[in-house]
């Protein structure tokens, strides 16, 4: 059987839990776009070789995401496997946590995932794959963590919801 290869999307992609699923895709032989707010994604994605691309844009940032995807699918004209690992943690227990630290993780780790399925929607292909990277913490409460665990949280239902609108 013919082994088609892949295009990938992976958020948080510069280091860790981002980096291995591109270096394992690439090893692969699939494509990857590598996408993280830092300037290291595009050393990182350089290290991969050709079928990698790297691409810098914070994912709450709708209209950059949105640029990020154009540039991926003007290059290699589909999505076939989104990846949503970019996260942020700012801990606090409640009345300690700033409601800026809240915003910010709620608007990545929640709100960024969104944008990303929401600008790539259109690009993916038929029998595609969405993954997105929760956390214990979402369904484990740990002092400290109120935003990290409710961004995760938030993040189980979009994945429960989106699963059945986007089955089709």
């Given amino acids: 059987p013919m082994v088609t290869q892949k295009i990938w999307l992976i958020t948080g992609a510069s280091r860790g839990i981002g980096l291995a699923p591109a270096q394992r895709a690439i090893a692969a032989g699939d494509k990857v776009a590598l996408l993280a707010r830092g300037e290291s994604v595009l050393s990182a994605a350089s290290e991969l070789g050709e079928n990698a691309m790297g691409v810098q844009a914070d994912v709450a ?76 913490v979402g369904f484990r409460g740990f002092p400290g963590d109120a935003a990290y665990g409710a961004s995760k949280a938030g993040l189980a239902g979009l994945t429960r919801a989106l699963a059945i609108e986007l089955a089709p």
């Fill in 61 to 136: 940032d709708a209209s950059a995401v949105q640029a990020a995807i154009d540039a991926v699918v003007t290059r290699w004209e589909r999505i076939d496997v989104v990846v949503n690992n970019a996260g942020l943690h700012r801990g606090g227990k409640v009345g300690r946590l700033a409601l800026e630290d809240w915003q910010a993780v709620i608007d990545t780790n929640l709100t960024g995932s969104l944008n990303i399925i929401s600008s790539a929607r259109d690009s993916l292909s038929p029998g595609s794959a969405i993954v997105n990277i929760g956390a214990v």
